[in-house]
């Protein structure tokens, strides 16, 4: 439910893009006289101007249809995942920290004037959430971590190797989503059950998760 809100949200802030800013939004021509720029998030518009608003809302914006598509994509995947091994509330305070937490990498080592927005701060928080999960249940969790490994890596390969990627948002979305879930998870404790075969008389284990 919460992923589906999220992706609400995220799609309602690109149709406002659109209407504010023209067409051109759509394949990311963004006017700077626009009224898109007041939502985006550069350092000096937090450090000098206090505008702490922005940490929030340049993560419901998007650069362009092919931006908040991948995106969404990734929000979609991920976040159905999470919210099912968190909960919804738990996942939304992953997503709403992750999100924080990007902001204030951004904040903390982009240049001053360097203007940002998109959803993969919080998005590179879920995929925190992931690992956190898989490390959390041991030898079951390994197959989680080893499933998504390489797609981790190509990600951050990907943001540090393009101008124009916030690296600095990706990294401090996956930290923050993945202490943030370590702290919040606690996997399933394992319940033995038996079983009695009339037949055999042999008596059956097996392990079911609580």
Same mark, same amino acid.
């Given at each position: 439910?919460?992923?589906?809100?999220? @992706?609400?949200?995220?799609?309602?802030?690109?149709?406002?893009?659109?209407?504010?800013?023209?067409?051109?939004?759509?394949?990311?021509?963004?006017?700077? %006289?626009? /009224?898109?720029? +007041?939502?985006?998030? *550069?350092?000096?518009?937090?450090?000098?101007? /206090?505008?702490?608003?922005?940490?929030?809302?340049?993560?419901?914006?998007?650069?362009?249809?092919? /931006? !908040?598509?991948?995106?969404?994509?990734?929000?979609?995947?991920?976040?159905?995942?999470?919210?099912?091994?968190?909960?919804?509330?738990?996942?939304?305070?992953?997503?709403?920290?992750?999100?924080?937490?990007?902001?204030?990498?951004?904040?903390?080592?982009?240049?001053? +004037?360097?203007?940002?927005?998109?959803?993969?701060?919080?998005?590179?928080?879920?995929?925190?959430?992931?690992?956190?999960?898989?490390?959390?249940?041991?030898?079951?969790?390994?197959?989680?971590?080893?499933?998504?490994?390489?797609?981790?890596? @190509?990600?951050?390969?990907?943001?540090?190797?393009?101008?124009? !990627?916030?690296?600095? *948002?990706?990294?401090?979305?996956?930290?923050?989503?993945?202490?943030?879930?370590?702290?919040?998870?606690?996997?399933?404790?394992?319940?033995?059950?038996? *079983?009695?075969?009339? %037949?055999?008389?042999?008596?059956?284990?097996?392990?079911?998760?609580?």
């Amino acid at each position: 439910m919460i992923t589906r809100v999220l @992706i609400l949200l995220n799609v309602i802030g690109f149709l406002w893009e659109m209407y504010v800013g023209g067409p051109g939004v759509f394949s990311g021509n963004i006017p700077s %006289n626009s /009224h898109v720029v +007041d939502g985006m998030l *550069a350092p000096i518009t937090v450090t000098k101007y /206090h505008q702490y608003y922005r940490i929030f809302t340049s993560a419901f914006l998007h650069g362009s249809i092919i /931006h !908040i598509g991948v995106n969404m994509l990734s929000l979609y995947w991920l976040g159905r995942f999470i919210e099912v091994a968190l909960g919804s509330a738990r996942m939304l305070v992953v997503y709403a920290g992750s999100l924080i937490g990007a902001g204030l990498a951004i904040i903390l080592f982009s240049p001053p +004037d360097a203007a940002t927005l998109g959803a993969s701060g919080a998005i590179f928080g879920l995929f925190g959430a992931l690992f956190a999960i898989g490390l959390k249940m041991g030898e079951r969790g390994g197959a989680l971590i080893r499933s998504n490994i390489g797609i981790l890596v @190509i990600n951050l390969v990907y943001s540090f190797s393009f101008p124009g !990627i916030s690296w600095q *948002a990706h990294i401090g979305g996956l930290i923050t989503g993945f202490i943030l879930t370590l702290a919040l998870f606690w996997p399933p404790k394992p319940v033995w059950t038996r *079983a009695y075969d009339p %037949n055999t008389g042999a008596v059956y284990e097996s392990q079911v998760e609580s």
